[in-house]
């Protein structure tokens, strides 16, 4: 989430040295340095931002659309609708060997899910969900 921070800092025109300002500009107090009125103000904002990046691939023994993967790997950052958080998930579909591996880590570091078994007995999960004839497909 983006967090925005504002500084004001305020230095006399003639010769910079800073100075403390009162509440109104209308009547400065003369610079203590050098006897000046004129002011600069300087607002510096910072914001923050966050970036998480992810790789998806798909290997297959033909051409796009009439070969499935054989092999699908992710490995990134995915974002947790229900927790709001951004997790850290490694998985590796291998139709060939038949196994489904995933390692899901949550921000504190806990692994939130650890999964190595036959792709075979992984069922009633995710995308793997059993569907009624009326609902949706994903």
């Known amino acids: 989430m983006a967090e925005q921070e504002s500084n004001t800092t305020v230095s006399c025109s003639g010769c910079g040295a800073s100075v403390s300002e009162p509440g109104g500009i209308e009547d400065p107090e003369p ?3 050098c006897g000046s009125t004129a ?28 070969a499935k993967p054989h092999r699908e790997a992710f490995t990134g950052f995915d974002y947790h609708r ?9 998985r590796v579909v291998d139709r060939e060997g038949d196994r489904y591996t995933e390692r899901i880590v949550d921000a504190a570091g806990n692994v939130v899910r650890d999964v190595d078994e036959p792709l075979s007995d992984h069922r009633d999960h995710g995308a ?11």
């Not at 229900?82 to 490694?90: A, G, H, I, N």
């Not at 793997?128 to 994903?138: E, F, G, I």
């Open 82 to 90: 229900d927790t709001k958080e951004w997790r850290q998930v490694s």
């Open 39 to 66: 002011r600069t103000f300087a607002v510096t904002f910072t914001d923050k931002a966050e970036a998480h990046d992810s790789l998806a691939t798909k290997a297959r023994h033909g051409n796009v659309g009439k």
């Open 128 to 138: 793997a969900k059993r569907r009624t004839p009326t609902d949706p497909a994903p």
């Open 31 to 33: 610079c203590p340095a």
